[in-house]
């Protein structure tokens, strides 16, 4: 509708009232899921802090003290294996983050809690809800990454100090790629009969050990290495060793990882998006 | 005549196969309160929900606000308050929070959200409770909580969808007098039920919907002055004997409605009806005279009971 048609003052009060949710609508909704997200404020916290703490002590102070092979290369000569590692688990921390968000929170969304149904009724549109679920999850990637970053800095795991400033947005790109498709796929779930169990279990778990997280991928024979040229977690992972500490590679396979990081999460956020206007306007 | 604020022509929506409201016409003028009568699965809530801008429509063509869902579906639902038939209330906040967490959907400031938030509290009775987790609420309260809810946006029309189905008698009065405030003050309801005694004390106008179709429209006085009597003589025999007894006072009354338990015969005046079923002989385990409601009504277009 054109400025210039005649409204009746009941259109012209709705048009003026939509305009802030049109606007900012995937806002509000970021706000309340991060406003839920105080409920499991500390598991997120504790998870963000502790769980690299734990990661980088054990690595750093037992399996690097006893692995004597350096097992990659930095521009000089081989890096140590804790700033080989670190990278990778930073960016499966930030990995971890959507196999919550974007599951059993899209289930209680729809289903347990039912709040996305009284999203639905108020002047939001389903993609603004999905942008507000991306946001927060993004949101809280990002603090997870940043606490991540900042112990890596703390225990020497960082090739190049700037690096840390970097590292964690490579980590919510990879947290992204893997987690837009999953959001497709738990919107598009009536229930769980224990499909988020099972994609943590064959589809999470698999990746984290078969995506060159603790080893080179080349170490892998032909056909296990397949799962992490796939696996978003790899690709994020060498982008990180590239930025922490100039791991050698061509600036068409930086572009490759780049391309296939922002491929899968513009077809994970098109599917997530039709899946969720399909369910809530039909 | 001022513009309505609902129009819909046709309105159809079909699910698969499944056609799940099948051309209704409806128009709603502002300040009124209207109202959709119907049994289970007549298509209530889908109707609700095409005109909440949340469910495409089939076809047809609907106007609400003046605005055509299809295409300004978010300016609508910046002006509809909506009562939805299952609670969707955040479980997880307090009470007042669920009021200004929503309040933010509409874009409202978060001080003003606040503000209305009290006020909104005090409309339905629920200011004691304002910081319980609403997982603790009554369902009555919970209710009237969702329906404060509806109001934050300062709606022009809320539409509520069963909104009393499954409280106990005491809840439900509370919950009416609420509405009945709302009424005085002009906003315009529009609510579905399958409470006649609810469709006759709030509505000032309603359609009988049945299988998606409008099978009546008017005021509850009109639909029961054009398709029931004044009165209603409900007659029990046991079970058994309902049938033979239907056949014997055949002719009494206006007409006569056999249900697995009760003969019911309408006529004018019923006293004068149970006299006559006593001459012939008769004598039910129990009779009753009463006034005809939209049961009848319904009874009479669908040849079913309201509720089954
Ligand atoms: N999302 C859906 N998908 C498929 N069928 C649906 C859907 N929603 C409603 N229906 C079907 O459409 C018909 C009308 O349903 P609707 O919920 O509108 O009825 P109703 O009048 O609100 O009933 P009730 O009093 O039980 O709430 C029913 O047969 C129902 O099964
Ligand atoms: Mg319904």
Known sequence: MSATDVVSPAAASAIEAARRPRRFGALYVAEHQIRAMRAYGWTI????????????LGIGLGLAAFLDAPVADGPDGPVRYLVFVAP????TAATTVPTEEFTYTVMAGFKWRRIFWGMNASPLAPH???????LAAMARMLFTAVAYAGLMLAFGAVGRPWAAAVLPFVGVLGGLAFGLPLLAFSASLKDDAGQFAAVQRFVFTPMFLFSG???????????LAWIGWISPLWHASELGRWVSYGAPMSGATIAAHLGILAGMTAAGWVLARRTFVARMRG | MPEPVISATGLTKHYGDLVAVDGIDIEVAPGESFGLLGPNGAGKSTTMRMVGAVSTRTAGELRVLGL???????????????????????TELRVRDNLIVYGRYFGIPRAVCAQRADELLTFAQLEEKAKVKVDDLSGGMKRRLTI????????LVLMLDEP?????PQARHVLWDRLFRLKERGTTLVLTTHYMDEAEQL???????????????GSPAELIRQYSSREVVELRFGASRNESAAEQIAGLGDRIEILPDRVLVYAADGEAVLEQVSRLGLHPTTSLVRRSSLEDVFLRLTGRSLIE
């Open chain 2, 164 to 168: 009393t189905t499954g409280l106990d």
């Open chain 1, 128 to 134: 603004q809800i999905v942008g507000g679920l991306v």
């Open chain 1, 45 to 56: 916290v504790i998870g963000g802090v502790g769980s690299p703490l734990v990661y980088l």
């Open chain 2, 203 to 217: 509505c000032d106008r309603l359609v009988v919907v049945d299988h998606g179709r409008i099978m009546a429209e």
């Open chain 1, 213 to 223: 997280t603790f080893y080179p991928l080349d170490t892998l024979p032909q056909w």
């Open chain 1, 88 to 91: 990778a688990l930073l960016a």
């Open chain 2, 148 to 155: 404060a809810r509806a109001l934050v946006n300062d709606p």
């Open chain 2, 68 to 90: 055509d869902p299809d295409t300004h579906g978010p300016e609508i639902r910046a002006r509809l308050g909506v009562v939805p038939q299952e609670d969707n209330l955040d």
